[in-house]
Structure formats: structure tokens, C-alpha cells
């Protein structure tokens, strides 16, 4: 069993609306994990898996030349505020440790790392150089650090990445991770390290209790790519892995695409949960068109929505600023929002009580035309407050699109004159 | 079969990609329909309906004490431009009727309106005292003005309005047409005069080609209220009416929900399909949670993309200020774009053609670092510009978010070394 906080374990319960022998059980079981880094104090716990909400996590980090520590700090206090339930921080770039030990201090929600970039960015920048010790002793430190999860992309082997080359496809690989590891193995002709040590990865991780998050570096970055030979035979070897990390007393989830067709997101998240054993799926989008950068954040509240629905567990944030540049305070909030309503709308359809009592209460309040509880429950309370003070509608219980149209107020005389009878 | 001008026919086959018999017969069957008032001439006609591209209608208009003329006219410009394929003119107020004219006027696209409103902002303003063939009188002066669909409320019955009374939902009542039907049948114990004088109702639309568009008063306004008994009470009248309809020569499309879990979007899709006789669906959303007001373009997008890629044939978008207000030119642009994501990502589903086409050719594009020919391709050609051009990537072929660590770069170097090996 893994080593988890009963502080913690009762926490996750309360706001779940679980017991703990349940909880407990899908832990041991694999289909739950409590990212919680022993050395690491984590104010709001959460659980990423099976019967319970939808997470979202937001990635932030800063890139070489780009974007300052504090504004990276910033970025996860509006993640968080939005309602981020996790942090990445993929930063890169000569900042990148300090940038990290900063978040992990801050962070009331547990924190995760791509340990390669360290690897990729330190002083020694000839990535091809590097022996195959230095990509797991780059675990031990981040581990002591206090990292909750680490994303590794263990299940490339040297056969995908030769197979991806003779194969290629519109986008190839599109996963920086992967790509790092792709080019290390490829020029070097040698296995994936993550691969070939992983029983030594799994000892570190367990140590600290860091949750492994499989990394999925043949992911389609686009939708004409998806769900192909090099996708699924990933998957195969993952799931594999995620057998050996559960048997090893390690958290595990599994990460997922990606671009995507919407009608391919159903199958995909049913053979994860069968292929890697009921283990937590970890989405990136799926992005369900390439053709709108600008609006990534939409393009992924769609698939992001219809995988959570069919049981994808963990959302990844996109902001509006994929595939254009490292995202600003406005669009990190922009793409938390689209993320969340993504992730409620598939706790109303999976039946998740608290989800759908929500919606019930904040339309019990439009129905009175009750704006102030009408915003406080609303997913932004700040935004509709705005908007409405900017259309100025001329009375106060209805707004300027309908004014004395008002379909709820002319209801309301209807059953109004019915009483007066 | 429906008068429709050949030249019409051939430009829709043209950009639809079908053959003129094929369009022809699904327009007999009622499967497809073509919104074009023989009165007036449309510079870009389309048809919505099985087989074809997803279409998206904006509504655009004024209220009493919101927003000019020109206003409006310049929404209709921001809608077209961003890619709606239709237009409503949903004014209320007493600017109503110039506003339609000027709209009918300039809009390159079908118009359509609820003339109901139009008898709501008479002068006789007491709507209750409307006598029977005022409904149906106002019908011919706006269909010889050139309007080429109109929305009409002729399935909600008496016997529906005091189920709804007896028996109310959260949000009852959130058609604005259909709310003010239900007061003038409740209030004067009379059925529907769209329900009573249908035949009226027909020879008028069949006379001027208009398309008719039935309307659901009974529409869910909370997830909440989806899928009840008044909802699908009301959807067994307009399969009736459809049928009439289609038997006299008028065009038809039904009108659908509105808020919806999204794990009954599918249901509801197919039930339009069986219960109406297959013809085209126009869906409002469906907006698939309830707390998310400021942001319900995301919300509807993600229920318009299921509904859509199950057979809907046309999205009417939502803009964030849904719920709150008239919205401005960005939040109409916005809107637009949110639905046309959510048309396009179930054209891919659907398995349309050119719509696939157009994401491989964006990614290449992608692959290539062509930032050009990528923005040119987008969605929205100017807001990817801009973005990049703010987050000012310190190397012309990356962006900042990856830069020397770009996987597509790092990929492209296996590739080269493989090459020369």
C-alpha cells in the first residue's frame, strides 16, 4: 500500500463525499492516485481517478528568454484562483530550478515536474552526451525537493522512434519530452534509459511517494494523426509499465492525446481504462480541430468534455495561446475556465451529485433574477458582473436583450394571473 | 416541390460538393432546406440539412433601449466576416421595423426573424388584446419585405401552456416568442392562432418561399429541465406540423434545445430525426451547464460540436454576453467563432471532406513553421498573428513557448541525421 497522510485521505473524502475504505480501495487498486510528495505539505490534497470529480491542472513555467519568476508566480496564483486543482511547472531555460523550488514553497495544490527538461537546460547543453545515469539521478533531486508528480515518458522504445522516423507523420512527434528522449536514443542507438531502468525509477518514486505520470510522447499533435499505429503501441507499452509501477507500491496515471477527431475521444479513453489496468487518465485536450490557434482553449473545453464524460479523469488546461507562444496571466485564466466548465459539464453527465446541484441552484437564481447569487455561484463570479454592468439594462430584474420581453417575467404573470383566478 | 431558382441550387452544389439532383430530392424530402424568399436575392444562398456542412446562424438586433442602427449593422458585418453563414434579426423595440429593412437590405447571407416580436412592440402594445388574424396578418407584410426564414411558435398548445403552469419547471418558460404566445393563449383561454390558422400560416410562407423554422417555446432552460415531458410533448407537435408543411409546398427545419447534459445530447438528435421525418435540426447550444454565464460561447460550442457530429444540421450561436445581455461587436465575433469550432470539429466527425482537408493543410503549414500560411488557414486569420507577435519568440521558426527545445524542430533533426547516416 502506498504511504498516504490520513489527514489527507480524510481531506480528499470530505470534499469528494466518499468514505475512506473506498478511497483507500481504488488507491490499492490503481484506479485512484494522491499525488503527495512525502516531503512536501500540500494545503488542498486532491484525488485524480475513478467515481470522483473531474480535475484540471494548469501548466506554467517560464522559457529562456521569456517571462519573469514573478510573473510565473503569479500565473499560479490566477491558475489556482480560476480553480486549478494541480500545477505543472514546465519551465526551461537557466531559471528553471529556481523557478521550481519557488512554486513548490507557494503552491497550496500538488505540483508537477518534467524532470528531462532539467536535464535539457543545465549546464551541460549537448543533450546527446548524456549517459544513462544522469536521466534517472535527475529524479532523486526534484524527488527530495518535494515534486508531488512527475511526468515520464518511459513507454518510447528505440523500435517506435525508428518506426516514427521511417513512418513519419504530418505532425511526428510532438511531445518536447518525448522529443528529447527520441533524438537522445535515436543518435545514440540506444534504448530509452526510462525504459531500460525503470525498476530504478520506480524505487525513487516510491521513496517519496511522487506519483508517476506516464507521458504519452507519440501523442497525434494532429487530428489526422490520431489514434495510429505509433499512438497505440505506446499505449500497449504503458500499459505494461503502469502493471509494474502499481506492483512497485508507485501511484500511477497515464497520460493521453492530443488532436483528435471527436469521434475517435470515446474509444480512446476506453482502451486506456482497459489497456493500462483502470489507471487515472491524464488528457491533454484532446483538441478536436488544428485549424483555430487563438481559440485552443475551445477547441479542447470540446474534447475535453467528451473524454471527462467518458471517463478521462485529469484534464490538462490549453490556453488560447497554444501552438503560438507561452500563454499571459489573462489566457492562463482563460484556459483554467474552459477546462473547468469542461470537466463540470462531465461530472453532470457521469452523476456527480455536488455538479449538478450547482446548476440547479444558479439557475434557481436566474429564474428570480437574483444577480448577485446568480454571480456568486457562477464558475466566474467577476466576468458576467462586468458584462452586465456594461449593458445597462434599463430595469432592474431583467437584462438589455430582452427587457420587458422577458420570457421568465412573462411566465411569471401567467402564473400570477392563474393564481389570481 | 418548393419553387427554388436553379442558379441557387448550382452555387450551393458547388460549394457543398453534391450533385443538383441529390440536393434537389433531399429538398423534396424535406431533408434539406434552402432558406431563400423568392422577393429577395441573396449573394451567398445555402442550404442546411443532411449531407451538407454544418451551418451557424448569429442573431443580431436591437432592444428598446440598447444599441443603434448601425450598431446592429456592423454586428451583422463582424458576424458574416467571421464566418456565419445566416443571420436572424431578433430586434425588439420601436426601431424594429427600419432595422429588419436596413438589414434585409445589406445582408449578403439568408435573414431570418420572429415576426411575433414584431406585434410585441406595436404600437398597440397590449398584447393580450391581439385579436387572432393579427398573428397571422403580420406574417405577409414581412415576407414580402424579402425575410427568408421565420421563426414561428405554432407547436406550443393550450394544453401545454397549463401543464407548464401546473406543473413548473425551474426556469418554466425561456422561448421570449413562446413566452408571449403562452400569455396571450393562458390569459385568453384560446388555443394558438399559429396552431389554429397553420393552413394561414402556409399559404403565406409557400406564396413567398419563406422557410419555416418551428419553433420549441418549451425549450430547456437548466440542464435541469432537458428532456421532459413538456419538452418532447411539444417536439410530437412539430413532427405533425413539419409533415403539414412539407405536404403544402413550405420548407421546413425544427428548432431544439437549449440547456442540456451533455449525455443526452445524442438521444435528443436522433429523436428530432425520427419524430420530425428527418428534417433539418437547429440547435441553440445546446449549452450543456448552467453556471457558466460570461463564458457560455465555450459552453455552447462544447454541446453544439455533440449535437452537430449526431446529426444537427444547424448551430445558433451563443456569445458570452448570453444571459446577461446585448452582446458588443467582440463578444458577436466571439460567438461566431465558438459555434463555426464546434461546426467544423463535427464536419471532421461527420466525415465531410473538405473540412478534414483544411486541418491536414494547417498542420503542414504547422510542421513547416510556416506561421503564414498557418495563420491564413486559422479560423480567425488576425488573432494568431497577434498573439505571436506579443509573445515575440526569440527565433523566426519557434515560438516562446518551446523555443530551441521546439519537438517539431528536434524531430526534423532525427530525420536529418538519419538522412546522412
Redesign the interface.
Known sequence: MMKINSEIIKAICLTEGVEPDVLKKKVSEGRVVIPCNLKRKIDRPMAVGEGLKTKVNANIGL????SGMDEELKKMEVAIGAGADAIMDLS??ALLNKVRKKILENSPVPVGTVPV?EL?CGDNRDFKSLREKDFIEILEGQAEEGVDFFTIHAGITLEA?KY??DN?R???????G???L??WM??NNKENPYFTRYDDVLKILKKYNVTLSLGDSLRP????DATDHLQISELLVLGDLQKRALGSGVQVMIEGPG?M???QIEANVKLEKLICHGAPFYVLGPL????????D???S??GG??AA?HGADFICYVT??E????P?LGEVKQGV??AR??A???D??KGVKSA?D???N???A??RRDWKE??R????PE??FM??K?????EEDV??????????K??E???K??KEK
Open positions: 522559457s529562456k528568454g521569456h526551461t531555460g527538461y535539457a522512434v516514427a522516423m513519419p504530418i505532425m511526428n512527434i510532438v511531445s518536447r518525448g522529443a528529447l527520441a533524438s535515436y543518435m499533435g494532429s487530428v489526422r488532436h477527431p471527436l469521434d478536436v480541430t488544428d485549424i483555430a490557434p487563438g481559440y482553449h475551445i477547441v473545453a470540446i468534455a467528451i464524460w488560447p495561446a501552438h503560438l507562444g507561452l499571459d475556465i474552459a466548465i469542461a463540470h459539464a462531465a453532470i453527465a449538478l450547482r446548476d440547479i444558479i439557475s434557481k436566474r429564474a446568480q454571480f455561484l457562477a464558475i466566474d466576468l458576467p458584462v452586465r456594461r449593458t445597462n439594462p434599463s437584462c438589455s436583450m430582452c427587457e420587458d420581453l422577458c420570457s421568465i412573462r411566465t404573470e401567467i402564473l394571473f392563474k
